[in-house]
């Protein structure tokens, strides 16, 4: 999926969660339970997990000696659930194991993330979190979709180049291999893109080395080029017209997989997908106010009727027999890690699957579609990823959120309440009362608090924008310097900025807590051109909220309320001051910037 202006914020910190191997604790018996073992049910049944492994399964099953036995009536037991289509980063498997996920598909992410995730995955089976496999880097077009987010994927033009890549990408350890065919027209602004010849010679490759390769796609022509080049899979369903006849026959002819993200795809018609989660009080106790903001977004609208011709595309291919794989896409907007799987079983019941078809969606298929013969399924011998619920989801699909308990590999997964406003309750930054935040005048970029001052391209976004600053002499209110900010927005990236930004948070990209203050002011003279104010806060999910301002031959103070641009400034991550979308070089001064007190000006 395409997202917009993008923050700086996507490489975060590896979260690493420890935790000891859990072969010492005694047996678990389930009893009396409902069993979804993947693909049927059993209505009365008993599951024994020894160590990480499931031993038993079944309506006859003896209770071990000793074992702690829990009873079971009324719930239902299913495999861990498998989401076929993340972006993990940070503390996202974390979070996703809390909502059932034990497993997550990543589409695309640092290998250097993925890697450490699985050395520990190895090492210890990581429980306490859900594993990891990971696509690593996209196979994607210079400045094409995937290169947005300010990691430096290295792409490729031409078939020659495929198995070069595809073997960096395996040495990287990529557990299989995504590819982007996306021109961005559906979008309404087109990007670069890989040619069939080339998607066709990075499917190859990657078959040459027993390795997947799946194929984002948003149209139908997209599609069908996919499924001819061999892809194994889609990792999303088209939108932009109903199913052509022959296109499922085109699927079936080449036993692809579709993984539809119907959770994202919704996000892009202009309905927050998320929202009806968040007021779910089976889920809403576990989401953090970070979750909930994201969940509460959507893409700009792109019409209902691209929502309905997904479905259709979707009962379709599920009436010829074509698997289907429940993916969500977290973290886009609208979605998150764990909550947002619980949508898309929804959604494919919508489409039409069976509630039973949905959770094989979301477990027994893409364990089969991606090999991993260990989970999955409920079955002696697996890994005893499993998650017992209140109720039948088997029948009535949301049951699948009445979570009561997770493990993984045998562990119990602790699913914390979620403190109630985290972000908004966080401590006030410590700003001095004058709200001041730089002034220049010792000739540097010093901030009276905060992250302080960073340079801020479409670099992140694979432009080719730039930005030079220096302090020089001649400050606003005659004060001896201010902070001169020039460069040149080039052509490169759809939305092309350059200029500086303010990081108020105690690391960069954290929220700040700013709600004592109103607003912003500074000061500013240039060149006469229109500049943007654009303040990025937790609540706008990845889209900042934009004033612009001109800098015009003299000082000028430009103030702008937090309130003007619907924000409250508990959730601060930065503010940025500069150039763009329009193209050209530009040069202007910025001093006396500041917070403005609550009652002053
Ligand atoms: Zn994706």
């Known amino acids: 999926m395409i997202r917009y202006k993008i923050l700086p914020t996507l490489l975060l ?36 997990v020894e160590g990480r492994t499931i031993r038993a399964v079944g309506a006859k099953v003896a209770v071990p000696a000793g074992a702690e036995v829990i009873d079971g009536s009324g719930d239902t037991l299913l495999p861990g659930l498998i989401d076929g289509h993340t972006h993990t980063w940070g503390d996202a498997l974390t979070r996703a194991a809390i909502f059932g996920v034990t497993t997550e598909l990543d589409m695309f992410t640092s290998p250097d993330f993925a890697r450490a995730q699985r050395d520990e995955q190895t090492k210890t089976g990581a429980p306490g979190r859900a594993d990891l496999l990971s696509a690593g880097y996209l196979a994607t077009a210079p400045g094409g979709h995937g290169t947005e987010y300010g990691m430096a994927v290295p792409t490729l033009t031409k078939p020659e180049e495929a198995q070069a890549w595809v073997d960096a990408r395996i040495a990287e350890g990529s557990d299989y291999i995504k590819i982007i065919s996306e021109n961005g027209k559906l979008y309404g602004h087109e990007i670069p893109t890989l040619d069939k010849a080339t998607i066709a010679a990075i499917v190859q490759a990657a078959h040459k080395r027993g390795k997947l390769a799946v194929v984002h796609i948003s149209t139908e022509d997209a599609t069908k080029e996919a499924l001819e080049a061999g892809a194994d ?69 792109h ?93 009535s699909i949301t049951a699948s959120r009445d979570i009561l308990r997770v493990w993984k590999i045998g562990q119990e997964i602790p699913r914390p309440k979620a403190p109630k406003n985290a972000e908004a309750t966080a401590a006030p930054a410590q700003v001095p009362s004058t709200g001041e935040i730089s002034n220049f005048e010792d000739g540097t ?3 009276s608090f905060g992250s302080g001052w960073q340079d801020s391209t479409d670099k992140l976004a694979g432009g080719v924008s730039v930005v030079q600053k220096e302090v020089v002499a001649g400050g606003a209110s005659g004060t001896a310097k ?63 909220a934009i004033k612009n301002f001109t800098a ?19 959730d601060i991550m930065g503010i940025f001051l500069g150039g763009g979308p329009a193209l050209g070089t530009f040069r202007f001064q910025v001093d006396e910037v500041r917070l403005v007190p609550k009652g002053g000006s």
């Open 13 to 48: 910190a590896l979260l690493m969660t420890g935790g000891l191997a859990a072969d010492a604790a005694k047996p678990i018996a389930i009893t009396h339970v409902r069993i979804f073992d993947g693909s049927k049910v059993i209505p009365d049944g008993t599951v024994v």
């Open 445 to 447: 970029l010093k901030a």
């Open 233 to 301: 899979g889609l990792v999303h369903i088209f939108t932009d017209r109903a199913p052509e006849p022959g296109f499922v026959a085109l699927a079936v002819k080449h036993k692809a997989f579709v993984t539809p993200t119907l959770t994202v795809v919704e996000g892009t018609t202009g309905v927050a997908s998320g929202q009806t989660l968040t007021d779910d009080p089976r889920l809403s106790p576990y989401l953090t106010t970070d979750e909930v903001q994201n969940l509460r977004q959507h893409f700009p609208k």
């Open 303 to 395: 019409g209902e009727q691209r929502f309905q011709n997904a479905l259709d595309a979707v009962r379709q291919l599920k009436a010829a027999g074509v698997p289907i794989l429940a993916g969500t896409d977290a973290p886009n907007p609208g979605t998150a890690h764990g909550p947002s799987i619980h949508r898309e079983l929804e959604l494919l019941v919508q489409a039409g699957l069976s509630p039973a078809e949905a959770l094989a969606a979301a477990t027994s298929v893409p364990a089969k579609t991606f090999a991993l013969k260990d989970r999955g399924s409920i079955a002696p011998g697996l890994r005893a990823d499993l998650v017992l619920v209140k109720g039948d989801p088997t029948a």
């Open 552 to 570: 015009g031959p003299d000082w000028a103070q430009v103030t702008v309320p937090f309130g003007d641009l619907n924000l409250d400034g508990t």
């Open 482 to 544: 201010s902070l001169a900010i020039s460069g040149e927005v080039k052509a490169g990236f759809a939305f092309p900025w350059s200029g500086m930004i303010f990081l108020p948070g105690a690391a960069p990209m954290a929220p700040a807590n700013l709600s004592n203050f109103q607003g912003v002011s500074f000061w500013t003279k240039g060149d006469g051109r229109s500049y943007e104010l654009m303040f990025f806060a937790t609540r706008l999910g990845r889209m900042p």
